[in-house]
């Protein structure tokens, strides 16, 4: 079975870095063809793709904010890390990490409320 | 990056009613979308992935079609529980992008 679980702070102040992790559970990000996305929705607005990281370490990130975003992984922890730098107010969103990939079935985790507050 | 242009943005049906979603990509995606469906408070759920295979568990009356540019989510007889809103998401391209979003309401 396939769960992933988000985990950060639930506050950060503008000009903050938000570091979040995603542990999941029910596949190997050392599996051929396997990856992890990091998403966010603000109120009210769409989804948004943040990054990806795929099982041979290749990364992809999100066009408007590739400047502010890092994205890795420790395989051996089963975990997925984004950094989101420089933090503002309407960064403020539930961030949701999912395994979206090719070959593969989709799985979401519950998402984790940020809010971007001095 | 790929763009991705769902219609209508609202969807007002009845109980009973069969609607159909429709999400447009701005090139070939062959058959990489997946279809989601979100209510207030709550995480995406997946419906369809690959266009048209229906995640485990998913009702039999949502069905997805399509390939390369055009696709269609189809629910063929509206339910109470199916009032949401609805998202399209493409990931052939490295770059992950979605449609605006169908709210799907209560007439």
């Known amino acids: 079975q396939v769960t992933l679980r988000e985990s950060g702070p639930a506050v950060v102040k503008p000009t903050q870095t938000l570091t979040l992790t995603c542990t999941f559970s029910?596949?190997?990000?050392?599996?051929?063809?396997?990856?992890v996305s990091w998403l966010r929705q603000s109120p009210g607005k769409a989804l948004e793709w943040l990054a990806r990281?795929?099982?041979?370490?290749?990364?992809y990130y999100n066009t408007s904010l590739k400047t502010r975003l890092s994205i890795s992984k420790d395989t051996s922890k089963n975990q997925v890390v984004l950094t989101l730098a420089n933090m503002d107010p309407v960064d403020t969103a539930t961030y949701y990490c999912?395994?979206?990939?090719?070959?593969?079935?989709?799985?979401w985790g519950q998402g984790t409320l940020v809010i971007v507050s001095s | 990056d790929i763009q991705m242009t769902q219609s209508p943005s609202t969807l007002s049906a009845s109980v009973g009613d069969r609607v159909t979603i429709t999400c447009r990509a701005s090139?070939?995606?062959?058959?990489?979308l997946a279809w989601y469906q979100q209510k207030p408070g709550k995480a995406p759920k997946v419906l369809i992935y690959?266009?048209?295979t229906l995640e485990s568990g998913v009702p039999a009356r949502f069905s997805g079609s399509g390939s390369g540019t055009e696709f269609t989510l189809t629910i063929s007889s509206l339910q109470p529980d199916d009032f949401a809103t609805y998202y399209c998401?493409?990931?052939?391209?490295?770059?992950?992008?979605f449609g605006q979003g169908t709210n799907l309401e209560i007439k």
């Open positions: 999912a395994r979206i990939c090719r070959f593969s079935s989709v799985h």
């Open positions: 029910g596949f190997s990000l050392s599996t051929g063809a396997m990856c």
């Open positions: 990281i795929d099982w041979d370490d290749d990364k």
């Open positions: 090139q070939s995606i062959s058959n990489w």
């Open positions: 690959k266009a048209s």
């Open positions: 998401q493409q990931y052939k391209n490295d770059l992950y992008t």
